[in-house]
C-alpha cells in the first residue's frame, strides 16, 4: 500500500471501512498498530481487531459515586497494608506476576479533581514516599504509576514495580503482563508488603501489614543449659608429680583469678562452676546473694532479656534487608 502507516492504521481502525470478520496476522503491519512489532506486546499470532462500540449519550454512574454506597469508604482500616489521617494503602487479596502492585487511597470521598489544595501537596509528597518505598524492595528496577479513575469514583492511584532486568516488561503493557507472569512466592510477598509498611511508618502512620511467620526449628532451645564436665584445674595443668605448679604462687600469697579470662583462683571452684562472690557484711546468716548472668547455672550463656541481634537504641540488626530512609527520602 503506497500510503502512510499512520493512514492505514485509521483507515483500518474505522468501523465504516474496517473488515471486523477478517483475522489479521501480526506479519501484517500494515494492518494492525506499530505497538503489535513491540518486544513488550505480550502476544503474538493471528490477532482480530474488535470493533469498536457506538458511543452512548450519557456515560452510567462510576462504582461509588455516592458516597453512601462507595465501597472503599466502608472497607475498614485492617484491610490495608497502611493508613494514617488521610492516606490509605492497599494490596491485591493475593500475589501477581509483578512484585508488588499497590493502591493508594484518598480517606476522604473526593476525586483527583476534588482535592482541597493541602490534600493535593500531600498526594504529591504521597506518590513520592511510596514510590520510593516500592523502589527499595530487592529486585525492583522502576515503579511505574497510573491513575485511570473510570471503574470507581474515589480517588487511587495504582503502583506497579516492574522487576530488574526483565526489559520486556518495560512500557505500556505492564498491567497485562502482570496477569501473564506466575505469582510471586507467597512469603516474598508478604515480607515485601510489611518492608513498605514499615517505610512508611517512618514518617508517621499505623503499619498494619506483619512480616511473615517462619516456621523454623531448632534443636537446642535458649531456655536450655549444657553441664560442663567438672575438672579440677590442678589435674589440668603440667606440674611435677607430688608437687605444686610450677606457675603456682607461693605459699601464703592470696591468690586471685583472671577475671577477663574467667580463670578460678587456686583451690577454687572447678571449671564450669559459677563464680563465688562473697557475701556482704550485712547479709543475714553470711548467706551469698544468688549469682545471676553468665553461667550462673554452671553452664552455657543464658539470655537474660533483649533480642541478642538488636542493637542499642532498638535500630534494625546489620544485615537487615530493611533500608530506613535517608535524609532525602525524608524531604
Known amino acids: 500500500d503506497p500510503r502512510p502507516a499512520s493512514e492505514v492504521r485509521a483507515f483500518r481502525l474505522t468501523p465504516s471501512s474496517r473488515r471486523s470478520d477478517t483475522l489479521l496476522d501480526v506479519s501484517e503491519t500494515s494492518s494492525l498498530p506499530s505497538f503489535v512489532e513491540w518486544s513488550s506486546f505480550p502476544f503474538e499470532g493471528v490477532l482480530r481487531v474488535k470493533k469498536p462500540d457506538e458511543p452512548v449519550a450519557v456515560e452510567p454512574p462510576r462504582i461509588g459515586e455516592d458516597a453512601a454506597d462507595c465501597p472503599k469508604c466502608h472497607t475498614p482500616d485492617d484491610a490495608y497494608i497502611w493508613v494514617n489521617e488521610h492516606w490509605r494503602v ?12 499497590l493502591i493508594l487511597e484518598s480517606r476522604s470521598h473526593l476525586d483527583l479533581g476534588d482535592l482541597p489544595n493541602m490534600l493535593a501537596a500531600e498526594l504529591g509528597v504521597m506518590i ?55 505469582p510471586v512466592p507467597e512469603h516474598q510477598w508478604q515480607e515485601n508488603l510489611a518492608l513498605v509498611a514499615a517505610w512508611l511508618a517512618e514518617f508517621g502512620g499505623e503499619p498494619l501489614a506483619k512480616p511473615p511467620r517462619f516456621d523454623w ?16 584445674l590442678a589435674d589440668a595443668t603440667d606440674s611435677p608429680a607430688g608437687g605444686p605448679p610450677a606457675d603456682s604462687p607461693p605459699a601464703g600469697s592470696a ?27 550485712d547479709s543475714p546468716g553470711g548467706e551469698s546473694p544468688p549469682v545471676t548472668g553468665l553461667g550462673a547455672s554452671g553452664g552455657g550463656p543464658r539470655f537474660t532479656g533483649g533480642a541478642p541481634d538488636t542493637p542499642a537504641g532498638g535500630a534494625p540488626a546489620a544485615g537487615s534487608r530493611f533500608r530506613r530512609p535517608a535524609a532525602a527520602d525524608k524531604a
Open 255 to 281: 591468690a586471685t583469678g583472671n577475671p577477663a579470662t574467667g580463670s578460678p583462683t587456686a583451690g577454687g571452684p572447678h571449671v564450669g562452676s559459677a563464680p563465688v562472690a562473697s557475701p556482704p557484711a
Open 217 to 232: 526449628k531448632t534443636p537446642v532451645s535458649f531456655s536450655q543449659t549444657v553441664d560442663l564436665p567438672e575438672t579440677n
Open 128 to 182: 513520592v514516599r511510596l514510590e520510593r518505598a516500592i523502589r527499595s524492595i530487592d529486585g525492583v528496577a522502576r515503579v511505574h504509576v497510573n491513575r485511570w479513575g473510570d471503574g470507581a469514583a474515589h480517588l487511587h492511584l495504582w503502583f506497579m514495580a516492574r522487576p530488574y532486568g526483565r526489559l520486556q516488561l518495560r512500557g505500556t503493557f505492564l498491567s497485562l503482563w502482570d496477569e501473564i507472569l506466575p
Open 90 to 101: 492497599r494490596s491485591m487479596d493475593r500475589p501477581s506476576g509483578l512484585p508488588m502492585v
